[in-house]
């Protein structure tokens, strides 16, 4: 994309002499940010616009251009678009509005735009956006106000009015950007692409971004996963509530995915996610300014007690930790300070601290082997002059090597020493929290960079036998198949059960449950009916025939009474499980931008009540499900509490690669539940299975929101 970015020559298609027009924003802008390529102005009543003479055809320019940004109205915009094609363009920037996010012509028409730039290979930014800054280049071709600092932060955002709103903010706290990059309606160029290419940018120290939907959900997952291995990806992801997805929907034109499926996306792929744009920034400032901290001890010096607390408060909530001083380090500060200051880390300088104890404590506790990163906190006193601290932690930072963090608390007097500060790369801000939680996610990222290679096994499963079963369920139109048809799917990809039987009558139950030994488990068999506890169809701990008999006549005469539409086929007869089981819930559901989507958590009814629930995508890393079974509230409950024996963990993963296996193997299974699996410390029984199935051959997806 070097002629996005770093062209040599640019057309403006829509320039305008008048003031306040796009067309002559972005002909001022990429003046004023001191572009030195060609310009060629295109305006069809010609004339002189910002000093330059105009064009008042395309085709008059005579000679190919790198890049062209386009902003005129939207009907002659294809038009536009395949004149710059003949005269030859390599970029194409859409400024205009009103397609896909306005009306089903909008969409006819960015879909051509789309064809013709993908079968013509141009680079198309847009259309509904702002434009795009390279601040080291020298191109400014947007109509934002202003010219950003240049700096190490590569940022694209989905919103263009968001963009503003963020260059005017970064001008007012002096961060600087190495590109800026506006992907409104994303018909070619999207976030997988602009990681891409921010990832092999060599200007660019850290990622932003902020998206409402995310259009290939697997190319970028990919590209984050290259990309986060060599810099931080941090993103903002709007639309977490059905509102907020419903808003940007009208807003974009593209449907949003689950929520849960872009976290577990961002987890996967190693993208630090963010809920608010001012923690985005606060982020982005530390990761730009300083080295990854080599773990998470972090050593904190204060001249005030209250905010030493607060920040000893927020390493406890984070992944922070505050270690132990060695011997030496507290002798030096029991020299250097009174009696009654405190040693200890958080270190209190006390109210009366001067520059030069700010320095010789930065030395002194930086030099500490436990210490791998530094937080200086600096309270405001009426002898205290800011500007000579900062100078000094400065000049002690240099000896000290490891990652310093300074929180000034106060704004009025703090202004020169936040200027040193930042001229000397160390983030400032203004309450402790803010700090220890930049620090924690700087730690994690290090960690999640320095971890091993993820570990990718293919059980093995009757791969044959399960697509006979699954095409001859597409074939009959059966949509949902519950326990007593899905378990021989569940069998062919070698996952135990629980022995049973399909009873269809009390004398055949009794006789299947002789054969299997009491106690049994009866459950009414019916392909409409997935939750049998909704209807009172299941019965445990069946110790005798006339029990079991009872049950069967009892189960199915609720069932017809309560569901009368319902086919009954009869109740399942199943061996009962160990009484040290526990029950949790494995399944899937397809995501419709990032594919099949695994859940674990405690099953029965406890999942609709707990919500206790962890989820990946799929394909799963043995390490992905050795995650989510210890992510759930619940799992010191699974490891055994109080004499209680943990369960087989090494089963429970099994069964969750298993299914992850078996979603990746088969794009008709829509969603697939396992609940509950009987798990002890011997073993994991899917003790019921139900699947719903879809015919992806006649147009069907995995894409409904009716299921949503």
Same mark, same amino acid.
């Given at each position: 994309?070097?002629?996005? !970015?770093?062209?040599?020559?640019?057309?403006?298609?829509?320039?305008?002499?008048?003031?306040?027009?796009?067309?002559?924003?972005?002909?001022?802008?990429?003046l004023?940010?001191? *572009?030195?390529?060609?310009?060629?102005? +295109?305006?069809?009543?010609?004339?002189?616009?910002?000093?330059?003479?105009?064009?008042?055809?395309?085709?008059?320019?005579?000679?190919?251009?790198?890049?062209?940004?386009?902003?005129?109205?939207?009907?002659?915009?294809?038009?536009?678009? %395949?004149?710059?094609?003949?005269?030859?363009?390599?970029?194409?920037?859409v400024?205009?509005?009103?397609?896909?996010?306005?009306?089903?012509?909008?969409?006819?028409?960015?879909?051509?735009?789309?064809?013709l730039?993908?079968?013509?290979?141009?680079?198309?930014?847009?259309?509904?956006?702002?434009?795009?800054?390279?601040?080291?280049?020298?191109?400014?071709a947007?109509?934002?106000?202003?010219?950003?600092?240049?700096?190490?932060?590569? !940022?694209?955002? &989905?919103?263009?009015?968001?963009?503003?709103?963020?260059?005017?903010?970064?001008?007012?706290?002096?961060?600087g950007?190495?590109?800026?990059?506006?992907?409104?309606?994303?018909?070619?160029?999207?976030?997988?692409?602009?990681?891409?290419y921010?990832?092999?940018?060599?200007? $660019?120290?850290?990622?932003?971004?902020?998206?409402e939907?995310?259009?290939?959900?697997r190319?970028?997952?990919?590209?984050a996963?290259?990309?986060?291995?060599?810099?931080?990806?941090?993103?903002?992801?709007a639309? $977490?509530?059905?509102?907020?997805?419903?808003?940007?929907?009208?807003?974009?034109?593209?449907?949003?995915?689950?929520?849960?499926?872009?976290?577990?996306? !961002?987890?996967?792929?190693?993208?630090?996610? +963010?809920?608010?744009l001012?923690?985005?920034?606060?982020?982005?400032?530390?990761?730009?300014?300083?080295?990854?901290? &080599?773990?998470?001890?972090?050593?904190?010096? $204060?001249?005030?007690?209250?905010?030493?607390?607060?920040?000893?408060?927020a390493c406890t909530e984070?992944?922070?930790?505050?270690? $132990?001083?060695?011997?030496?380090?507290?002798?030096?500060? &029991?020299?250097?300070?009174?009696? *009654?200051?405190?040693?200890?880390?958080?270190?209190?300088?006390?109210?009366?601290?001067?520059a030069?104890t700010?320095g010789?404590?930065?030395?002194?506790?930086?030099?500490?082997?436990?210490v791998?990163?530094?937080?200086?906190?600096?309270?405001?006193?009426?002898?205290?002059?800011?500007?000579?601290?900062?100078?000094?932690?400065?000049?002690?930072?240099?000896e000290?090597?490891?990652?310093?963090?300074?929180?000034?608390?106060?704004?009025?007097?703090?202004?020169?020493?936040?200027?040193?500060?930042?001229?000397?790369?160390?983030?400032?801000?203004?309450?402790?929290?803010?700090?220890?939680?930049?620090?924690?996610?700087?730690?994690?990222?290090?960690?999640?960079?320095?971890?091993?290679?993820r570990?990718?096994?293919?059980?093995?499963?009757?791969?044959?036998?399960? %697509?006979?079963?699954?095409?001859?369920?597409?074939?009959?139109?059966?949509?949902?198949?519950?326990?007593? &048809?899905?378990?021989?799917?569940?069998t062919?990809y070698?996952?135990p059960?629980?022995?049973?039987?399909?009873?269809?009558?009390?004398?055949?139950?009794?006789?299947?449950?002789?054969?299997?030994?009491?106690?049994?488990?009866?459950?009414?068999?019916?392909?409409?009916?997935?939750?049998?506890s909704?209807?009172?169809?299941?019965?445990?701990?069946?110790?005798?025939?006339?029990e079991?008999?009872?049950?069967?006549?009892?189960?199915?005469?609720?069932?017809?009474?309560?569901?009368?539409?319902?086919y009954?086929?009869?109740?399942?007869?199943?061996?009962?499980?160990?009484?040290?089981?526990?029950?949790?819930?494995?399944?899937?559901?397809r995501?419709?931008?990032?594919?099949?989507?695994?859940?674990?958590?405690?099953?029965?009814?406890?999942?609709?009540?707990l919500?206790?629930?962890?989820?990946?995508?799929?394909?799963?890393?043995?390490?992905?499900?050795?995650?989510?079974?210890?992510?759930?509230?619940?799992?010191?409950?699974?490891?055994?509490?109080?004499?209680?024996?943990?369960?087989?963990?090494?089963?429970?993963?099994?069964?969750?690669?298993?299914?992850?296996?078996?979603?990746?193997?088969?794009?008709?299974?829509?969603?697939?539940?396992?609940?509950?699996?009987?798990?002890?410390?011997?073993?994991?029984?899917?003790a019921?299975? %139900?699947?719903?199935?879809?015919?992806?051959?006649?147009?069907?997806?995995?894409e409904?929101?009716?299921?949503?």
């Open positions: 994309m070097d002629s996005l !970015f770093t062209p040599s020559s640019i057309a403006v298609v829509g320039a305008s002499s008048a003031s306040g027009k796009i067309g002559n924003t972005i002909l001022s802008n990429l004023s940010a001191g *572009y030195s390529g060609s310009l060629y102005p +295109v305006n069809i009543r010609g004339g002189n616009i910002c000093g330059i003479d105009s064009y008042k055809q395309i085709s008059e320019i005579g000679r190919p251009v790198d890049l062209a940004v386009i902003a005129i109205p939207r009907d002659a915009v294809l038009g536009a678009f %395949r004149e710059l094609l003949e005269l030859g363009v390599g970029s194409v920037v400024i205009t509005a009103g397609f896909k996010e306005v009306d089903h012509e909008g969409w006819l028409l960015e879909t051509e735009l789309a064809k730039a993908r079968d013509n290979g141009v680079n198309l930014l847009g259309p509904n956006c702002l434009g795009i800054i390279n601040s080291r280049g020298g191109v400014n947007s109509f934002a106000t202003g010219n950003p600092d240049t700096g190490s932060i590569g !940022f694209f955002s &989905q919103s263009g009015a968001l963009c503003v709103a963020v260059l005017d903010w970064a001008l007012g706290t002096k961060i950007f190495s590109k800026f990059v506006s992907l409104g309606n994303k018909a070619v160029i999207n976030e997988a692409s602009m990681l891409e921010l990832g092999n940018d060599p200007d $660019t120290k850290v990622i932003l971004g902020y998206v939907n995310i259009e290939d959900g190319e970028f997952m990919k590209q996963a290259k990309v986060s291995m060599k810099k931080p990806v941090l993103m903002m992801k639309g $977490t509530t059905p509102a907020g997805a419903r808003a940007a929907s009208s807003h974009t034109g593209a449907m949003a995915g689950s929520d849960k499926a872009c976290d577990a996306a !961002f987890r996967q792929s190693g993208v630090i996610r +963010v809920e608010k001012d923690e985005l920034f606060n982020l982005a400032r530390a990761f730009s300014l300083q080295d990854l901290p &080599q773990g998470p001890n972090l050593g904190i010096v $204060t001249n005030a007690g209250g905010p030493g607390i607060l920040a000893a408060d984070s992944v922070m930790r505050m270690p $132990t001083f060695s011997p030496e380090t507290i002798g030096e500060l &029991q020299r250097m300070l009174p009696g *009654y200051a405190s040693v200890y880390n958080p270190v209190d300088l006390l109210s009366s601290a001067d030069e700010y010789r404590a930065v030395r002194i506790v930086g030099h500490d082997p436990a791998n990163s530094l937080l200086m906190i600096i309270a405001p006193s009426v002898d205290l002059d800011l500007a000579e601290v900062a100078e000094a932690v400065v000049e002690a930072m240099a000290v090597n490891k990652p310093v963090f300074c929180c000034l608390m106060g704004r009025r007097k703090s202004g020169p020493a936040r200027d040193i500060f930042a001229e000397a790369g160390i983030p400032v801000y203004d309450f402790p929290k803010q700090a220890v939680r930049a620090m924690g996610c700087m730690h994690k990222y290090a960690v999640w960079k320095g971890r091993p290679p570990t990718f096994i293919t059980p093995e499963h009757d791969l044959e036998a399960a %697509r006979e079963l699954v095409d001859n369920a597409v074939r009959s139109g059966a949509s949902e198949l519950v326990e007593f &048809q899905a378990r021989d799917i569940v062919a070698g996952l059960t629980p022995e049973s039987d399909l009873a269809r009558s009390g004398d055949e139950a009794v006789a299947i449950a002789d054969q299997l030994g009491y106690p049994v488990v009866l459950k009414i068999a019916s392909p409409e009916i997935s939750h049998k909704d209807v009172g169809g299941v019965r445990t701990g069946l110790n005798s025939a006339e079991v008999r009872a049950a069967f006549w009892d189960i199915t005469a609720r069932t017809q009474r309560l569901r009368p539409d319902a009954i086929a009869g109740c399942l007869v199943q061996q009962m499980a160990s009484e040290h089981s526990r029950e949790v819930i494995v399944g899937f559901r995501d419709k931008q990032f594919g099949p989507l695994l859940m674990f958590g405690l099953g029965g009814v406890y999942v609709e009540i919500k206790d629930i962890s989820f990946r995508l799929a394909p799963l890393a043995v390490e992905d499900a050795g995650e989510m079974v210890r992510e759930i509230r619940s799992y010191m409950l699974l490891k055994g509490v109080k004499g209680g024996e943990p369960v087989d963990f090494e089963a429970i993963t099994d069964v969750l690669i298993r299914m992850s296996c078996l979603a990746s193997d088969f794009p008709e299974i829509y969603e697939a539940e396992f609940n509950p699996v009987l798990v002890n410390s011997e073993e994991a029984l899917v019921d299975a %139900r699947m719903t199935v879809v015919d992806i051959s006649a147009g069907a997806t995995d409904s929101d009716e299921r949503e």
